[in-house]
């Protein structure tokens, strides 16, 4: 069983920066592929970045491409999202996900809301114009 807690969300001015934290416990760190997920008001969750189990590969939605940047620590069990540059429209509930893998696939990634069977509470990033 996989637990996993963001921090990190608040209210920042358009063109700032936040860094959003997950935390995870249970299983092994370096089995988790990992996403960051958000989900707006009227909107359906979101991958804006995912890494793999090994770290080695990374994915960006083209609307944050440039701007967010995913990173792991395994030994800190802790996986980062830096956001840059943000917008309005960045604004929405972010989501920590944890899907655990078998060793032939530390390098896939996974950006589907099914594709992650562990869930953080969320936590909520407010960006003002």
């Known amino acids: 069983q996989v637990q996993l807690v963001e921090s990190g969300g608040g209210l920042v001015q358009a063109g700032g920066s936040l860094q959003l ?3 995870a416990s249970g299983g092994t760190s ?4 990992m996403g960051w997920f958000r989900q707006a008001p ?7 970045a995912a890494i793999s189990s ?3 590969r990374l994915y960006y939605a083209d609307s944050v491409k440039g701007r967010f ?3 792991r620590d395994n030994a800190k069990n802790t996986v980062v999202l830096q956001m840059n540059s943000l917008k309005y429209e ?3 509930v972010y989501y920590c996900a944890a899907r655990q ?3 032939f696939d530390g390098s896939s990634l996974y950006s589907g ?4 069977p562990y869930w953080g509470q969320g936590t909520q990033v407010t960006v003002s114009s």
């Open 90 to 92: 960045d604004t929405a």
């Open 54 to 56: 090994n770290g080695g």
């Open 69 to 71: 940047t995913i990173s």
């Open 113 to 116: 809301t099914h594709d992650y």
């Open 42 to 48: 009227g909107k359906e969750r979101e991958c804006v």
């Open 101 to 103: 893998v078998i060793v």
């Open 21 to 23: 934290s997950c935390v």
């Open 30 to 33: 370096s089995r988790r592929a």
